[in-house]
């Protein structure tokens, strides 16, 4: 039968990435601090895509992968010195093995410039002083055909592992002419005591090929953990029979999440089969004396399905470290390309977010960086005049508070120019003359499409672009965001995201004949207004009076064009919300309880409804809205 590789296609391109992420990692790491244990990760990294590539038949990746393999393995061997230009060469290097990666996926043809930046490795690979700048021929690797002895005791796990060695050694045939293999049968056990999926063998290979010893290596590439493997050219000696040793802990402990997360689900899975089989035994035979015991299942279940919830959501959620580990390579790029000099502080980079919101922020958070960079981090010599260190300091920060986490970027820069930001403001008729807005309101300007207050346009930032599509993104997962800024000091951009776009805790609440859902995390209090504290604005908008201060009044039956019931307005209750610091209340006829409720999205199943984040169904099987404060707010401020 043969063996279809191409069903794992989706696995290498996945894991492809996370060894270019580690690698990247590890050389930005090793810029001014030379570490073995570092090179050598990377080298690791570089050989598993080259060996993987090359399973799958994508000579392209492999043969640059195999020059980086090249480089890496004359820097961890001594020969050649990891200095900054050839560190520098071969972050640019991952670059283009990206472009690689993702023609091979997509099926398109490599990228022209690969074979240039293949050839600027293989002169890197010359002792000495490397320059990049500096042409040199480059001269093809002397071949010449060689006997080769190769031995190969494979793990005992391989066979569990879903490997078949004979495959492996049959690649061996495609590297020349396989003179002889022998199979070494001493470590078989009797028949009585052999293992069906343990293996026992090993092999001895003559080899007669031109291939290097790397490359005979390479065809070992996915089998080598926990094996032995010699391979030598044929002196006339004969090499000792090797025997494959255990490898602790061989087995992954994770399949993309954690085997104690699955475990656990198993184990609830399993409880709740129990109460359901518990229950169905008591309504076969059902009399009225069993109600209590009934109730106790139910309420069994009910406890099981919460916590089965609550685990299935852990699954999901993955460290914003994960978006984090960006960001070093982009500031050390964006430094150099603007003459600055800037590190990295990152903090809670462990706290957990859902998947979907880790992805979501992935671009919002470059934003944000790339402007601190542009416009907030100063020249060293400019720092150096304002008392600063020359180097400046971008900060990621995450944590977690009630049930939601923050993200805080930070810089130690300039801070905001509060004075050019209100008078760019009043020219595009965002502030009136004469008014004098608060510092909150003010910094708030900057997420105006089209807002900017740069004297030039750069590659990086000044095109009024970036911070409008931070606030957009924010808004769409139902965040906020503000800002903290200090002349001199420097500006935090503080974002508050719920942990999960899937389960939200809400409000439910009721408007003459329908049902709502309000997030919980938006509401600041309910209140049952007087008439006295209703106001008419403007002849159309309405505003209640709360302690003093006027908010805008959202009657919902109005919104959704709900038959009001009869009495007053004042008959009915306010619930006051806040979203990016500004207050609105929203009339409503009855609040009726706390409730977490499963996000569906209303565009996939319906169409898009204004003033709504999505749709929900309710215990009763009924569906119900949930409402979009951050849109609902910008309705009552356009109006008003």
């Known amino acids: 039968?043969?063996?279809?590789?191409?069903?794992?296609?989706?696995?290498?391109?996945?894991?492809?990435?996370?060894?270019?992420?580690?690698?990247?990692?590890?050389?930005?790491?090793?810029?001014?601090?030379?570490?073995?244990?570092?090179?050598?990760?990377?080298?690791?990294?570089?050989?598993?895509?080259?060996?993987?590539?090359?399973?799958?038949?994508?000579?392209?990746?492999?043969?640059?992968t195999h020059a980086m393999e090249s480089l890496l393995d004359g820097m961890r061997s001594g020969a050649l010195e990891p200095s900054a230009e050839r560190v520098g060469l071969l972050?640019?290097?991952?670059?283009?093995?990206?472009?690689?990666?993702?023609?091979?996926?997509?099926?398109?043809?490599?990228?022209?410039?690969?074979?240039?930046?293949?050839?600027?490795?293989?002169?890197?690979?010359?002792?000495?002083?490397?320059?990049?700048?500096?042409?040199?021929?480059?001269?093809?690797?002397d071949r010449g055909p060689a006997h080769w002895l190769v031995r190969f005791a494979p793990s005992e796990e391989i066979l569990r592992q879903g490997m078949d060695p004979v495959l492996v050694l049959r690649e061996l045939g495609r590297l020349g002419e396989v003179v002889k293999v022998e199979a070494d049968l001493s470590e078989l056990p009797a028949l009585a005591s052999l293992a069906p999926d343990q293996c026992y063998l090993a092999w001895s290979v003559e080899l007669e090929s031109e291939a290097t010893e790397a490359e005979i290596r390479d065809v070992f590439a996915f089998v080598e953990d926990g094996a032995k493997i010699e391979i030598r050219r044929n002196t006339g000696q004969e090499l000792p029979a090797p025997r494959a040793r255990a490898l602790p802990g061989a087995e992954s402990g994770t399949i993309r999440v954690a085997t104690g997360k699955v475990d656990k689900l198993i184990d609830l899975v399993g409880e709740l089969i129990i109460s359901q089989s518990m229950a169905s035994q008591v309504l076969a035979a059902f009399q009225p004396s069993d109600l209590g015991r009934l109730q106790e299942t139910f309420a069994e279940v009910e406890r099981y399905t919460r916590e089965l919830q609550e685990r299935l959501m852990r699954v999901r959620m993955l460290p914003i470290g994960n978006a984090f580990s960006r960001f070093p390579r982009l500031i050390r790029d964006l430094a150099a390309a603007t003459g600055k000099q800037a590190g990295l502080r990152i903090e809670g980079e462990e706290t957990e977010l859902d998947k979907s919101v880790v992805e979501r922020m992935a671009d919002p958070l470059t934003h944000l960086v790339r402007n601190a960079i542009d416009h907030g981090i100063e020249s060293p010599e400019e720092r150096v005049a304002a008392g600063k260190p020359p180097v400046g300091t971008i900060g990621l920060k995450a944590r977690h508070q009630g049930g939601s986490v923050v993200l805080e970027v930070s810089d130690d820069g300039r801070g905001l120019d509060r004075d050019r930001i209100l008078a760019k403001a009043r020219v595009k008729g965002l502030a009136a003359e004469g008014e004098n807005p608060a510092d909150e309101q003010i910094f708030s300007y900057i997420f105006e499409p089209g807002f900017s207050t740069a004297a030039t346009v750069s590659d990086i930032s000044g095109r009024g672009v970036g911070l409008d599509v931070v606030k957009k993104s924010v808004d769409g997962l139902n965040g906020a965001i503000g800002i903290q800024s200090e002349p001199g000091r420097g500006v935090i951009f503080r974002i508050q995201l719920p942990l999960t776009l899937a389960i939200l805790d809400g409000l439910l609440l009721r408007v003459g004949g329908q049902r709502f859902v309000l997030p919980l995390a938006s509401i600041m209090e309910s209140i049952a207004p007087r008439k006295e504290q209703l106001r008419q604005v403007g002849g159309s908008g309405e505003v209640i009076v709360l302690r003093g201060e006027p908010l805008p009044l959202v009657r919902l039956n109005r919104l959704f064009q709900i038959e009001p019931e009869e009495g007053s307005a004042a008959g009915g209750l306010a619930v006051i919300v806040e979203h990016r610091g500004k207050r609105i209340a929203l009339l409503v006829d009855e609040l009726l309880g706390q409730q977490q409720v499963v996000i569906k999205s209303l565009e996939t199943n319906f169409r898009k409804v204004d003033g709504a984040a999505g749709a929900t169904i309710l215990g009763d099987g009924q569906p119900a809205l949930i409402l979009d404060v951050a849109a609902i707010t910008e309705m009552a401020r356009n109006s008003s």
């Open 91 to 141: 972050l640019t290097s991952l670059d283009m093995l990206r472009r690689l990666l993702d023609a091979a996926k997509s099926g398109a043809a490599a990228p022209p410039e690969a074979a240039r930046a293949a050839e600027l490795l293989l002169v890197a690979q010359r002792a000495g002083d490397y320059r990049p700048d500096v042409p040199v021929k480059v001269r093809a690797q």
């Open 1 to 64: 039968m043969e063996f279809d590789i191409s069903r794992f296609r989706d696995t290498f391109f996945q894991e492809a990435d996370e060894h270019l992420a580690e690698m990247e990692s590890g050389l930005l790491q090793l810029e001014g601090h030379p570490d073995p244990e570092i090179l050598n990760a990377v080298f690791r990294g570089a050989h598993s895509i080259k060996g993987a590539s090359g399973t799958f038949g994508f000579e392209d990746v492999a043969h640059f």
